[in-house]
């Protein structure tokens, strides 16, 4: 079986598929990806550069469509000197929010397409306009949302097969289209993401060691930005800290990276904006910036924590929540959908209110207070439903497959 990939920054979601599928015997796979793609395995992958940049002064609604185009074209011209090279998958797979699968019928008509359905914009019930300290209010910001979508829907009309990684994401999307979605996440690998007891992080050029037992709060926000809740976590911090002399925080994130949803002032970052907020009543010794970490030492990281914090708007589910319950993490998490579906309070992990600093101090510190295996049953419950629901090699990967190898036998 041939089969296609295209991702603006491949292998992006479809990293341990494209992976898979390449390492199956009888499967030949091939790449399509934006500049910042990278190399996978012995994948073939082509990168595409845009022809040009969105149009200066173009109505804000359709922006993010015309960007959608110029991605779709470039991608287009791409598979079509694969296909003068002679070819022809039987399948393609692409993320429906990027604009690759756009105009690839136009080239191979017969191939069957799998588009990935990450999110579904709207002016309510979702991200936008859910925290009215940082998101503008109003109808120009609802139909700005809305407008987002022409290309996802676009690229779901003619997909064969729809994926979605939950159910609250696929809940996004109009009825028409959520009919057609298929709910299968990506997975995790349980085997290696697990309990360490005898886990240590060293921090290079620190000097410190931080080991499991510790009374380490840990915290995952990639790009340090208000979706992810870094307002609320850093307002949190100074309850902690008092209440707990002992502990340390680490945190996982560059404030460099582009954000989700609506951009810092000009000139500054988020972390900047709401670290000035708190940064009087902070230790910042006990506070630990670590950056992006490689896979081997994320992996330490989730193993050394003693209680792991994770917020986000109802917006798409982080690897790092299920990554963190399969290291059986005790997670204190936003009440938040879809968090809501993954944690059952006081079972496998404790949930509050997003917008609560205080319940979250409160949380934390009443968590840290009590030994580590006060929350045995808690911890053991967070790994037993990744296990059972999320695990990479036993569940969510052979769904996958199973589900294209039968669509391209039909």
Same mark, same amino acid.
């Given at each position: 079986?041939?089969?296609?990939?295209?991702?603006?920054?491949?292998?992006?979601?479809?990293?341990?598929?494209?992976?898979?599928?390449? &390492?199956?015997?009888?499967?030949?796979?091939?790449?399509?990806?934006?500049?910042?793609?990278?190399? $996978?395995?012995?994948?073939?992958?082509?990168? @595409?550069?845009?022809?040009?940049?969105?149009?200066?002064?173009?109505? /804000?609604?359709?922006?993010? @469509?015309?960007?959608?185009?110029?991605?779709?074209?470039?991608?287009?011209?791409?598979?079509?000197? +694969?296909?003068?090279?002679?070819?022809?998958?039987?399948?393609? *797979?692409?993320?429906?929010?990027?604009?690759?699968?756009?105009?690839?019928?136009? !080239?191979?008509?017969?191939?069957?397409?799998?588009?990935?359905?990450?999110?579904?914009?709207?002016?309510?019930?979702?991200?936008?306009?859910?925290?009215?300290? !940082?998101?503008?209010?109003?109808?120009?910001?609802?139909?700005?949302?809305?407008? &987002?979508?022409?290309?996802?829907?676009?690229?779901?009309?003619?997909?064969?097969?729809?994926?979605?990684?939950?159910?609250?994401?696929?809940?996004?999307?109009?009825?028409?289209?959520?009919?057609?979605?298929?709910?299968?996440?990506?997975? *995790?690998?349980?085997?290696?993401?697990? /309990?360490?007891?005898?886990?240590?992080?060293? !921090?290079?050029?620190?000097?410190?060691?931080?080991?499991?037992?510790?009374?380490?709060?840990?915290?995952?926000?990639?790009?340090?930005?208000?979706?992810?809740?870094?307002?609320?976590?850093?307002?949190?911090?100074?309850?902690? +800290?008092?209440?707990?002399?002992?502990?340390?925080?680490?945190? *996982?994130?560059?404030?460099?990276?582009?954000?989700?949803?609506?951009?810092?002032?000009?000139?500054?970052?988020? &972390?900047?904006?709401?670290?000035?907020?708190?940064?009087?009543?902070?230790?910042?010794?006990?506070?630990?910036?670590?950056?992006?970490?490689?896979?081997?030492?994320?992996?330490?990281?989730?193993?050394?924590?003693? *209680?792991?914090?994770?917020?986000?708007?109802?917006?798409?589910?982080?690897?790092?929540?299920?990554?963190?319950?399969?290291?059986?993490?005790?997670?204190?998490?936003?009440?938040?959908?879809?968090?809501?579906?993954?944690?059952?309070?006081?079972?496998?992990?404790?949930?509050?209110?997003?917008?609560?600093?205080?319940?979250?101090?409160?949380?934390?510190?009443?968590?840290?207070?009590? /030994? &580590?295996?006060?929350?045995?049953?808690?911890?053991?419950?967070?790994?037993?439903?990744?296990?059972?629901?999320?695990?990479?090699?036993?569940?969510? $990967?052979?769904?996958?497959?199973?589900?294209?190898?039968? $669509?391209?036998?039909?």
């Amino acid at each position: 079986m041939n089969v296609l990939f295209l991702h603006n920054e491949f292998p992006g979601q479809f990293v341990h598929l494209a992976s898979h599928l390449a &390492k199956r015997r009888g499967h030949n796979v091939v790449a399509i990806g934006g500049p910042r793609s990278h190399q $996978l395995d012995a994948i073939d992958l082509r990168q @595409y550069e845009l022809s040009r940049g969105t149009t200066s002064g173009i109505l /804000p609604y359709v922006e993010t @469509y015309e960007l959608e185009c110029l991605h779709g074209e470039a991608a287009a011209v791409a598979a079509a000197e +694969l296909a003068a090279e002679g070819f022809r998958p039987d399948v393609i *797979v692409g993320h429906a929010g990027w604009g690759e699968l756009l105009f690839l019928k136009e !080239i191979w008509p017969e191939a069957k397409t799998v588009a990935y359905a990450e999110y579904y914009y709207r002016g309510r019930g979702g991200d936008v306009s859910y925290d009215p300290e !940082i998101d503008e209010q109003g109808l120009a910001n609802m139909i700005f949302a809305r407008a &987002k979508n022409a290309g996802v829907a676009m690229c779901m009309a003619e997909a064969d097969l729809i994926v979605a990684p939950t159910a609250w994401q696929r809940s996004c999307f109009p009825q028409g289209l959520r009919s057609r979605i298929v709910v299968v996440h990506d997975g *995790v690998d349980t085997a290696s993401i697990r /309990p360490c007891p005898e886990a240590q992080l060293q !921090i290079s050029g620190g000097g410190k060691v931080f080991r499991a037992g510790e009374e380490i709060v840990t915290y995952v926000n990639r790009a340090l930005e208000p979706i992810r809740g870094i307002h609320v976590f850093l307002r949190a911090l100074p309850r902690i +800290l008092e209440a707990r002399p002992s502990a340390q925080v680490l945190i *996982v994130g560059s404030e460099n990276d582009r954000p989700y949803g609506k951009w810092p002032p000009q000139g500054t970052t988020w &972390k900047h904006v709401f670290l000035r907020e708190v940064q009087h009543r902070l230790d910042s010794r006990r506070i630990n910036w670590l950056g992006l970490l490689d896979r081997d030492a994320f992996n330490v990281f989730l193993a050394v924590s003693r *209680v792991h914090v994770y917020l986000t708007y109802p917006f798409v589910l982080s690897w790092s929540l299920i990554e963190a319950l399969s290291a059986g993490c005790l997670v204190v998490a936003s009440a938040t959908p879809p968090v809501a579906e993954i944690i059952d309070h006081g079972r496998n992990g404790l949930l509050v209110d997003f917008f609560d600093h205080e319940a979250l101090a409160d949380t934390v510190i009443e968590a840290l207070s009590q /030994p &580590k295996s006060a929350f045995a049953g808690v911890r053991r419950a967070a790994r037993e439903t990744v296990i059972t629901n999320y695990d990479r090699d036993t569940i969510c $990967l052979p769904r996958l497959v199973d589900l294209i190898e039968s $669509l391209v036998a039909t």
